[in-house]
Nanobody, 123 residues
């Protein structure tokens, strides 16, 4: 069993930055791919970014490419999402998730999920 806990969400003005973190416990996740998803008000959950177990491969949704950066520290069992140039459309609950093998944009492939952290971007 793996527990994932997100932190670092909050309120920021458009153009600002935030970094959200996801700490894993219960099992070492160094051999797992990790992903970030988000669900905005009245919207379906959508893929944001994913990273391979080594950190050597990263993937981004087109809507965040060039603004967001996913990274991980396996020694700390933690994955990060650095969000820059935030827009009101980025307002959502951000969730981290893990899966074995390769990263994926499909949320149904992920086995464990965190409870989410709210990010609100005001105009």
């Amino acid at each position: 069993q793996v527990q994932l806990v997100e932190s670092g969400g909050g309120r920021v003005q458009a153009g600002g930055s935030l970094r959200v973190s996801c700490a894993a416990s219960g099992r070492a996740v160094s051999s797992y791919a990790m992903g970030w998803f988000r669900q905005g008000p009245g919207k379906e959950r959508e893929f944001v970014a994913a990273i391979s177990w080594s950190g050597g491969s990263t993937y981004y949704a087109d809507s965040v490419k060039g603004r967001f950066t996913i990274s991980r520290d396996n020694a700390k069992n933690t994955v990060y999402l650095q969000m820059n140039s935030l827009k009101p459309d980025d307002t959502a609950v951000y969730y981290c998730a893990i899966k074995p093998l390769s990263p994926s944009e499909s949320d149904h492939e992920y086995d464990y999920w965190g409870q989410g952290t709210q990010v609100t971007v005001s105009s």
